[in-house]
């Protein structure tokens, strides 16, 4: 069967001062990246500016956007290319809980007698509401990739199998794929991403990581990366494997 191989990579948004003070920013509020942010966005850059990509998606998000753009602006292989900026990539609503303190989102959950992150403050995204973007995320991602780089498929390769072994460089696992899409979002969203990879779609853990580091939360300019097989059936384009080749790479902006 004939199968086209896709690299993903997500990259988590940088730094805002509302990160720094420790304050839920959400939907409602659209900060931009501190001095610090801009900082790790383009050391973010910096280290993928070598790494091939084909398509660029980002969250509508200032934020997200901004990171994008600082890692475009030190890649080649971005200048031909359009930044689509999709609100289905924005970070989880936190209701009534935005621009209030973490750890008093955190005492709610506790009064309410629930799990954090799980709780959903009133008005808030549930878990599952933010999942169903993820879905639509990826539908939309894969129908564009497919239709336009179908033509590059070659035999299906294991899903359990990376493109090239992870070895501590910027272009694991995507070297030599000529199919790559960056994609700039927010750490609650990336939470539900990455486990919807693992649990729905059968994605591998990366090599040496445990459960507790898979679904933990992203630092700010935090990079994870997948392969993808990506097969075509009843004229769609489906994920018919998945393979995370490393995640959460970059804390404190060292790659």
């Known amino acids: 069967m004939k199968a086209l191989r896709v690299g993903l990579t997500l990259v988590r948004h940088g730094e805002t ?38 398509n660029v998606f980002s969250s509508n998000m200032l934020r997200a956007r901004q990171t ?8 080649s292989s971005c200048l031909g290319l359009q930044m689509v900026c999709d609100p289905l990539l924005k970070e989880k609503s936190f209701g009534i809980a935005e621009g209030g303190r973490v750890q008093d989102l955190k005492e709610m959950a506790r009064a309410a007698g629930e799990a954090f992150p799980g709780f959903t403050p009133p008005g808030g995204e549930t878990p599952e509401q933010v999942k169903e973007r993820v879905q639509k995320f990826m539908e939309k991602m894969l129908q564009q990739i497919g239709t336009e780089h179908w033509h590059v498929r070659g035999p299906h390769v294991s899903p359990s199998t990376p493109a090239s072994p992870a070895e501590g460089g910027a272009d694991d696992g995507v070297r030599g794929l000529p199919v790559h899409a960056l994609v700039v979002t927010h750490g609650a969203f990336m ?65």
């Open 17 to 54: 001062e509302y990160n720094k003070a420790g304050l839920l920013q959400g939907q409602a509020i659209d900060s931009s990246l501190s001095e610090t942010g801009l900082q790790q966005a383009a050391a973010a850059g910096l280290y993928l500016r070598d790494v091939r990509f084909s």
């Open 68 to 75: 994008a753009e600082k890692i475009m602006q030190q890649n």
């Open 191 to 255: 939470c539900v991403a990455v486990r919807y990879f693992v649990e729905e779609l059968s994605c591998s853990f990366a090599p040496g990581c445990d459960r507790k580091h898979m679904f933990s939360l992203s630092p700010n300019a935090g990079i994870c990366r997948f392969t993808l097989s990506v097969a075509q059936e009843g004229g769609r384009f489906i994920v018919s494997g998945m393979h995370c080749v490393f995640i959460h790479r970059g804390r404190g902006g060292a790659y």
